[in-house]
């Protein structure tokens, strides 16, 4: 009789070890005819890089904007960007690594290189987008000043142009009415637009200044003049600058269009 | 009679001719005053002989001058023309009778009858001195002579009746080549003439009476018929594929009220649809046909009432035409699980094309990315319209492309059957990995598994290390991976590396449903497999990292594209069944053509990776529609065929000058297989039509051609007549004013003015003058 019960007991803890060693994903069959809408992990990730452009000058003027930035999109979004975005230099085979690149500065962009920009415009050409970032936030226009120059140079006969209000880049993702930063010294972003896309993107609010953190993980600079409302609204543009990034003009479809106006969502 | 005329050979200008007549004229009358002043010591006989030498040198000289000659001619009294015009066109040779229940008689038989009946009245015209000429009219007249016109022989079986041009070609006949002059004509015909009846504006009556004599005419036809004709096609050069085209056929029916039958549309000589058919009390009905052309190319159509016993022709009963069928905008769908840089990178280049209708639906933000958000955020978020996609209109795209994409976590797990269903009817699919779908096994239904060729039911994972693929034997063959290899490119040195591999198998009913491997991993894994599970097209790509074939520090650029675009391109066109994946093209400068009018052919042949490609071998023909393909081993009759090579732009051309009769033709052009080139089977077909000029049998009742030659007849002055009831009359109605003519049956010219006799009376007559001037001492 104990035999039996021991047999009986050793039976029943196998059929436990059995189920407990079940995978955790439903095969199909099992849990209805195609294992029903089961939420599913992905075991890899394929991630982005946003990467930044270092050169021979204040090229970092906003340590850690990309990083903060890149952890804002995982929260918010299903895009999956590397934790730390990497650096690269204009001569660097890695710059058509991702057809991204984050270009920081502070009262001027020095000149980089008949090589670099080179391969800057053929970047450009190939389908990249570049951001540049005046860490000035308005005050100084010699970082705006060199950045026309510069695209002068790599994109012949492009003009740095207002983006209009109504362009997709306002809705990628958020619906944002003004590209705040650390500052709201303009309402309005500069950008070159070619062959139906933003090929540079040119922002003086300083967004950078907004997204950065210390190593302390408190925001390096304050906002102003809205403080903390500014600064989401300048994370909710980062956001959406990415998600034009790689959607494009995705939100101005039709379908969305015709959505968003029957929801009265959008203006 | 023989008479004799002196004739001028050549007649100076006024001026000249007025010198000329005044010289002679005054060296004349100077010779006369000479003579009838008496001069002592010159006797009057010498003034006589002074005075005669004058005149025959002036004479000798006007001769030359005018180079005179001498015509002699017989002439015959002739008197005016009648000319008989009889139709010989093939509506001539309609039976028709004169009341239900009697017999109907062919037309050009009653015509005959009247001939035959009425010779008593041609041999009155004869004797009005009258000259008959009889001609035959059909797309052009021939005059009949002899037995042929005592017998009035017509064939009734000319392609049109063109009584213009027949009246045309009378009033343009040379008067030099027969003088008597015409005085009236009478045409026997139905009245079915080639050219539209205008009423009063008719350029016929124009025509008619621009010839200014009385025309009289005779009926052929007989007031009742049988017969059903198609009349007239309403169908366009152009459909669109899936898309509802109509054709209408206009039907005229005649004698059989009440019958019925049915009509039939047939493509490429295969029956499509077909409609029952009554023939209405009224006459005329209208069929029509609403289809939806399943595959793009071009085609004859061809619409057909199937013949009812008793009618008067079937020749009337089908017309064929030829519909081009093109892709509307392709509708793609694209559904992506993640924004990332190869969604981006598909979006681009499918936004880039105007023939593309996309529409997109990309995953922005996960359940947990919503959890953590400000709710009150203003988002340009909407709802993944699953149903609406996926149910109501899944059916409405032409290809459908999962890229990267958890169809579980979106509530689309339902729907994939469904997609595996679409897949079946003829869609289009492409499954894109990364790190979802194909990675996490969120494609478990087995509708779906089964229409693609790898095994996407078990997750896979994905593997991030940089590899090069590898070209398979059969993705050097097929159009969406060839132009790798004829780049040089085969061993991917030059390309850039992947970085995400979904490791997945080849399913086990791959074999089944025609699938192929394109590209594989290294380790041996398919990466690019495509497959045609019943009438559709799938294309798996087990990798997330194609954009990185367009975005590369030393991309090589293949004829001008990214390696990426010709991937995408090519595949994009061979999912489609996109003639322009075809690598081999056939056009024909026209899609219907007139009864010996020349045809052209023009091939192109594209390298894989679609440029242009010179010295290419072209075998091409031109059958009949519809023969037996070649190795079947039915008969094959070959109307036409060669062989080119391309030029250096791949183009070659024929130009078939004529010699194909009225019917539909297939012109075929299949690239030779070379030595060093699989037998991949590249063939080109166009389909073209010869037609008659015009419609002859198209209407056949009498009844318009009744009114048309009685109008004729009113507007000319002549007489309208029927056959079966009247005959010819013996005084037809003539031109007024004319008798009988002249004609000069033989004439024979003798120059006077170049022959030695003339240069010799010259020289005796001046010469005499002066020398007996000389001897009698007058200066």
């Given amino acids: 009789m104990t035999s039996t019960r021991r047999r009986l007991l050793a039976g029943a803890a196998g059929l436990c070890a059995a189920a407990a060693l079940r995978p955790a994903r439903a095969q199909p069959g099992l849990f209805g005819p195609f294992g029903d809408d089961e939420f599913r992990e992905p075991t890899a990730v394929l991630t982005v890089d946003l990467p930044q452009l270092q050169y021979a000058g204040k090229w970092n003027p906003r340590p850690g904007a990309m990083r903060e930035l890149a952890v804002e999109l995982r929260l918010r979004t299903r895009l999956e960007p590397v934790r730390e975005p990497s650096v690269v230099t204009g001569e660097s085979p890695a710059l058509f690594g991702t057809p991204f690149l984050y270009v920081a500065g502070e009262g001027g962009l020095p000149p980089l290189g008949a090589k670099a920009e080179a391969a800057l415009g053929r970047f450009l050409d190939l389908g990249g987008m570049i951001v540049f970032d005046a860490a000035d936030g308005g005050a100084d226009l010699g970082f705006e000043r060199d950045v026309a120059a510069l695209l002068g140079r790599i994109l012949p006969g492009a003009a740095l142009t207002r983006v209009a209000a109504d362009h997709v880049l306002y809705r990628s993702f958020y619906l944002v009415e003004t590209p705040f930063g650390r500052t709201a010294a303009h309402d309005h972003v500069l950008g070159v637009q070619e062959e139906g896309r933003l090929k540079a993107l040119l922002v003086r609010n300083d967004l950078g200044g907004a997204l950065a953190r210390d190593e302390g993980g408190l925001f390096t600079h304050p906002c102003t003049p809205g403080g903390a409302t500014q600064r989401e609204w300048a994370f909710r543009f980062a956001v959406n600058i990415l998600l034009y990034a790689t959607c494009t003009d995705y939100k101005a479809d039709r379908a969305h269009v015709e959505t968003l106006l029957r929801h009265r969502r959008w203006r | ?779």
């Fill in chain 2, 1 to 779: 009679m023989e008479r004799w005329r002196l004739i001028a050979g050549h007649v100076p200008g006024p001026v000249g001719l007025v010198l000329v007549l005044a010289a002679a004229a005054l060296a004349i009358a100077e010779a006369a005053r000479a003579y009838r002043r008496p001069v002592p010591g010159v006797s009057r006989a010498t003034r006589a002989g002074l005075f005669a030498l004058r005149c025959v040198g002036a004479l000798a000289l006007l001769a030359v001058a005018f180079e005179l000659s001498l015509a002699f001619e017989t002439t015959s009294k002739a008197g005016p023309r009648l000319v008989v015009l009889a139709d010989d066109s093939a509506s001539m040779a309609i039976a028709d009778a004169a009341a239900p229940g009697q017999k109907a008689i062919p037309r050009v038989d009653r015509i005959r009858a009247l001939w035959r009946r009425s010779e008593g009245a041609r041999a009155a015209w004869r004797e009005q001195g009258l000259a008959v000429q009889v001609r035959r009219f059909g797309e052009r007249s021939e005059a009949l002579s002899g037995p042929a016109e005592d017998a009035l022989s017509l064939d009734a079986r000319a392609g049109a009746s063109d009584l213009q041009r027949a009246l045309a070609e009378l009033a343009a006949d040379d008067p030099s080549a027969d003088p008597r002059p015409l005085a009236g004509v009478i045409v026997l015909s139905d009245g079915l003439f080639d050219r539209t009846d205008r009423g009063a504006s008719d350029p016929l009556l124009v025509a008619a009476r621009d010839l200014g004599v009385p025309i009289t005419t005779v009926a052929a036809g007989a007031p009742h018929l049988v017969d059903l004709a198609l009349t007239d096609l309403r169908a366009g050069e152009f459909a669109f594929v899936e898309n509802v085209a109509e054709f209408a056929a206009d039907i005229e029916a005649h004698g059989l009220p009440g019958a019925r039958t049915e009509v039939v549309l047939r493509r490429d000589g295969q029956v499509v649809a077909t409609e029952p058919f009554t023939a209405p009390v009224s006459g005329h009905a209208t069929v029509r046909f609403e289809v939806a052309p399943d595959r793009i190319g071009q085609f004859v159509y061809e619409i057909e009432v199937r013949p009812v016993d008793g009618e008067a022709t079937t020749a009337n009963n089908r017309r064929a035409f030829v519909v081009k069928v093109l892709r509307d905008k392709v509708r793609a769908l694209h559904v992506a699980g993640r924004p990332d840089w190869d969604v981006r990178a598909l979006r681009t280049l499918l936004g880039r094309d105007p023939n593309v209708e996309l529409l997109s639906y990309y995953i922005l933000r996960g359940a947990d990315d919503a959890d953590r958000e400000d709710p009150s955020a203003p988002l340009s978020l909407i709802a993944f319209p699953t149903d609406e996609l996926f149910k109501e209109q899944l059916g409405s795209f032409d290809l459908v492309i999962l890229h990267n994409f958890d169809a579980l976590n979106h509530q689309v797990g339902r729907y994939l059957a469904d997609i595996g269903q679409y897949v079946q009817d003829g869609g289009a699919l492409v499954v894109i990995g990364g790190d979802m779908g194909l990675a996490t096994g969120d494609y478990p239904a087995p509708p779906l598994a089964a229409v693609v060729p790898v095994d996407i039911r078990a997750p896979t994972g994905l593997e991030t290390d940089p590899f090069r693929p590898a070209l398979t034997d059969a993705g050097r063959r097929h159009p969406i991976t060839a132009w790798i290899d004829s780049s040089g490119l085969s061993d991917w040195s030059a390309l850039p590396q992947l970085d995400s591999y979904n490791p997945v198998k080849l399913a086990r009913h791959e074999a089944a449903i025609g699938s192929a491997v394109l590209l594989k991993h290294p380790k041996g894994g398919p990466l690019l497999a495509i497959a045609e599970p019943g009438r559709g097209r799938v294309l798996v790509l087990a990798t997330g990292a194609t954009w990185r074939l367009g975005f590369s520090a030393d991309l090589p650029i293949v004829d001008g594209a990214r390696p990426y675009d010709l991937l995408w391109l090519g595949a994009i066109r061979w999912l489609l069944r996109d003639a322009a994946a075809d690598r081999l093209t056939l056009e024909t400068d026209k899609p219907t053509y007139l009864l010996g009018a020349p045809i052209t052919l023009r091939a192109t042949a594209l390298s894989p990776s679609y440029a242009p490609e010179a010295d290419v071998a072209i075998d091409w023909r031109v059958q009949p529609l519809g023969a037996a393909p070649e190795g079947s081993g039915g008969p094959v009759t070959l109307l036409s065929q060669g062989t080119w090579s391309t030029d250096a732009l791949g183009r070659a051309s024929e130009v078939l000058r004529g010699g194909l009769s009225v019917g539909a033709y297939e012109a075929v052009a299949q690239r030779v297989a070379g030595a060093d080139q699989p037998a991949a089977a590249q063939q080109a077909r166009r389909v073209f039509l010869v037609q008659e000029a015009g419609r002859e049998l198209g209407r056949i009742a009498a009844g318009p051609g009744d009114e048309r030659l009685k109008r004729l007849a009113e507007a000319t002055g002549g007489r309208s007549l029927r056959a079966e009831a009247d005959d010819l009359p013996a005084d037809p109605p003539l031109k007024p004013g004319h008798g009988p003519g002249e004609r000069v049956d033989s004439r024979r010219d003798v120059p006077v003015w170049s022959g030695g006799l003339a240069m010799l009376l010259l020289v005796l007559s001046l010469g005499g003058e002066a020398l007996l001037r000389r001897r009698v001492g007058l200066p």
